[in-house]
């Protein structure tokens, strides 16, 4: 059974710097895109940044200039650095993963930006 773990959400002031990781966990094969989404109380679930398998990369505008996404295949891991956050960054954020056949999400894990 396939399996998304993240890490390294928290609590950080304005300004700070978060590092998410994801890795998929059990069999899973040919992952196309990768990426984060997010989600804040009482809004929609939103892209924040997608990354294909051969590197190119889709960011929000929001996140744009800010946030650096990357991925490793071999490690079936995917990274979010997230630089400069505000208080709007505020959410859960859920790591995706999706293969020609399913589309795999993480558990969430929260991120809370306040001073």
């Known amino acids: 059974q396939v399996q998304l773990v993240e890490s390294g959400g928290g609590l950080v002031q304005p300004g700070g710097s978060l590092r998410l990781s994801c890795a998929a966990s059990?069999?899973?094969?040919?992952?196309?895109?990768m990426g984060w989404y997010r989600q804040a109380p009482g809004k929609q679930r939103e892209l924040v940044a997608v990354?294909?398998?051969?590197?190119?990369?889709n960011y929000a505008g929001s996140v744009k200039g800010r946030f650096t996404l990357s991925r490793d295949n071999a490690k079936n891991s995917v990274y979010l650095q997230m630089n400069s956050l505000k208080p709007e960054d505020t959410a859960i954020y859920y790591c995706?993963?999706?293969?020609?056949?399913?589309?795999?999400w993480g558990q969430g894990t929260q991120v809370t930006v306040s001073s």
């Open positions: 995706n993963m999706r293969t020609p056949r399913r589309n795999y």
């Open positions: 990354i294909t398998r051969g590197g190119s990369t």
């Open positions: 059990g069999s899973i094969f040919s992952i196309n895109d």
